[in-house]
């Protein structure tokens, strides 16, 4: 089972935490990582696209010139598609593009993403936060001594002060464990747990 430091927020080691290897030691297959991207990605898209069809549009309502004798083509509405202002044929409808993949697929996927940052040395473990107060300067500069720059924060629970603190700094998020996904895991840089979320995130993929 992999070991890790643990740190305070002036990066001084203040003790270890053993790692389950079968969530943080789990080998990287890129196909995975890329199907549940895929899919969190599509469920996000708005879907809100949308074009008028010719029972849509304004006008039609008289027909444009007698059937016969002008020497002109028969037409019996403005709102043809063949006219300018006409309907829309097969145009974009609104829709939802949101998929599943298997279940056992996405907390696989979740595994491999926390194994990949453990792997590559981009996982850092922090005891806590303790300012509660929210203070933007403080936490930056907490971000300079941890030397990291673009970074996902995980908690183990609701901490106003540190969200509140991060909103405003550029490549920075902070989320409730339960909140974790692929996604945002590869998005970022480095990837930062306090302490307790470790225990919540083994609970949830454990099996």
């Known amino acids: 089972m992999p070991v890790i430091d643990v740190y305070d927020i002036n990066r001084a080691k203040v ?3 053993t790692l389950r290897d079968d969530i943080f030691g789990v080998s990287v297959q890129g196909h995975i990582l890329h199907e549940v ?3 969190q990605l599509a469920s996000r898209r708005s879907g809100t696209a949308k074009t008028k ?14 059937q016969k004798g002008t020497g002109r083509a028969r037409v019996g509405t403005r709102r043809s598609p063949l006219w300018r202002g ?8 609104p829709r939802s593009y949101a998929y599943q993949v298997p279940k056992k697929v996405r907390r696989l996927a979740l595994k491999m993403a926390l194994s990949s940052k453990l792997a590559n040395g981009q996982l850092l473990i922090l005891e806590d936060y303790p300012f ?6 403080e936490f930056v500069n907490v971000l300079k001594k941890l030397e990291i720059g673009k970074a996902l924060i995980i908690t183990s629970q609701d ?9 405003n700094v550029p490549y920075v998020q902070v ?11 590869l998005r970022y840089e480095h990837l930062v747990l306090l302490k307790p979320v470790i225990s ?8």
């Open 15 to 17: 003790g270890e935490v």
């Open 37 to 39: 991207v895929t899919m």
């Open 53 to 66: 069809e010719r029972s849509e549009v304004r006008g039609g309502g008289q027909k444009p010139w007698r």
């Open 86 to 93: 006409g309907g829309t044929v097969f145009g974009p409808r």
């Open 132 to 137: 509660e107060a929210p203070k933007t300067k």
């Open 159 to 167: 901490l106003p002060g540190l969200a509140l603190s991060a909103r």
């Open 175 to 185: 989320m409730h464990s339960a909140g974790l996904n692929v996604y945002d895991i």
């Open 200 to 207: 919540q995130i083994e609970e949830r993929l454990a099996a």
